[in-house]
């Protein structure tokens, strides 16, 4: 059974977001700006703005790769598949917010990576639902 290791991976990423979390923290501490203020310098801008991507994102990874797994779940292998593509995806959101902090021009490799990522996960679990319907 493979989903153990689909929740490991989940979790995973539940440790990336809170990592994006800890790290607005850091740059409001380096910065000298207390929350609640938002704005006020372009590195706790991005930060922030990375955090909320994240966030944005976690909806549609975590659904999808929960479903991806258990629709192919039969063949452990697909819950593997499900798993593997889900570590990309935390890579690619560990890619996008470094990219992203340095320079917002670096940010695209990385989400790019967790958006085809997501996407086949995604794609994978509707097509296999709708399937299903049909057999």
């Not at 501490?29 to 944005?56: F, W, Y």
Request: proline content about 4%.
């Amino acid at each position: 059974m493979t989903l153990p290791i689909v929740a490991i991976v989940t979790l995973l990423a539940l440790l990336v977001y809170m990592w994006t979390g800890i790290r607005v923290g850091g740059a409001r501490a380096k910065c000298g700006i207390s929350a609640p203020t938002m704005t006020g310098d372009p590195v706790l801008e991005r930060h922030i703005r990375v955090q909320m991507n994240t966030l944005e994102w976690l909806p549609v990874f975590v659904v999808s790769l929960w479903l991806f797994a258990l629709f192919w779940q039969p063949q452990d292998l697909h819950g593997l598949i499900a798993s593997g593509l889900g570590l990309v995806w935390i890579i690619g959101r560990i890619l996008y917010a470094l990219g992203y902090v340095a320079d917002p021009k670096k940010r695209e490799m990385g989400f790019m990576i967790q958006f085809l990522a997501a996407s086949v996960l995604l794609l994978g679990a509707l097509g296999k639902a709708s399937f299903s319907l049909l057999a």
